[in-house]
């Protein structure tokens, strides 16, 4: 029997303190009802990324109770990285699996965003297809400015988040809280220090930039290791593959003379996104059964 299930992805802003990025993890395993199935941080990035599952109500009530932890260990006044972010709680999408449908997922969203904003002071935009403005359903219209800038934007009639009050809050920042199909976070590394040869790789192949539909990419740089990435996020897999993806971008570093040294796949993926391409070729580091999403909804 087929029962529905919600998959929650949070992105926090702490990559680079394990002990903190533990205390958030361990908060999700010690919640009742979900069970937590991937988590990584990177710290050139600032940004741990997690991904577990439940039932709607039980990933609100693990989401909340991690949200909490992050709210008390992270400090955004601190925090400094490569991907942009408005808060410490800085993404929180809800994704439908099983017998749930894209509704319940909005409809989650809806929920705890409100929640979160009324019990720790929060602003909070909708983003995805939880989005209440047309406008806000990108996450790169919502970081707009940044967590530096977030205050003076929130004064603005425009900016007045969907749920709590336009105040500031120094120490966490702001969340977005949305609902979405399933998302494949794909990184590649390249064989260079040169960051403008990632940023012009991704605008190339960014659909925003006239490129591949569905492919969200920017270049980063990997300070920590010498080398520059591009960093992408395919919407759609269906529309564009991640093979696809890989082709164009390959291409391009050829062009450039540069190589690929390696991608990574960043939290789980429905193994439907790998029928073209094996991890091999892909260049794929560390990549066990276990990132594939239908190994843990056999249970």
Request: proline share 4%; charged share 25%.
């Amino acid at each position: 029997m087929r029962m529905k299930i919600m998959e929650c992805v949070p992105n926090f802003s702490e990559g680079r303190d394990k002990n903190k990025v533990a205390g958030i993890a361990e908060t999700l395993c010690a919640a009742t009802g979900i069970r937590l199935l991937d988590y990584s941080m990177d710290a050139d990035h600032n940004r741990s990324v997690f991904t577990f599952i439940g039932t709607p109500e039980a990933v609100m009530q693990g989401m909340m109770a991690a949200c909490g932890k992050a709210f008390e260990l992270i400090d955004m006044k601190q925090h400094k990285g490569a991907h942009p972010r408005i808060g410490a709680a800085d993404v929180i999408p809800f994704i439908p699996l099983g017998d749930a449908q894209m509704s319940d997922a909005v409809e989650t969203a809806h929920t705890f965003g409100r929640k979160l904003s009324a019990r720790y002071h929060i602003p909070v935009y909708f983003y995805g297809e939880a989005a209440l403005k047309p406008e806000r359903k990108t996450l790169s219209y919502l970081r707009r400015g940044g967590y530096e800038g977030l205050r003076d934007k929130m004064q603005e009639p425009q900016w007045i988040p969907d749920a709590g009050a336009a105040d500031f809050n120094e120490n966490s920042g702001a969340s977005c809280v949305g609902a979405r199909m399933p998302l494949i976070a794909f990184n590649i590394n390249l064989k260079t220090d040169d960051l403008a040869v990632a940023k012009t790789i991704a605008i190339s192949v960014r659909e925003s930039g006239g490129g591949l539909k569905c492919v969200q990419a920017m270049g980063v740089p990997l300070r920590s290791r010498n080398i520059v990435q591009v960093s992408m996020n395919l919407t759609d897999y269906r529309q564009t593959s991640i093979r696809r993806v890989f082709d164009a971008v390959k291409e391009r570093t050829e062009a450039a003379g540069v190589d690929i040294l390696e991608s990574e796949l960043i939290g789980l993926a429905p193994r439907e996104a790998f029928a073209d391409a094996t991890s091999e070729y892909l260049q794929l580091t560390d990549f066990p059964e276990q990132k594939i999403l239908e190994t843990h909804l056999a249970d």
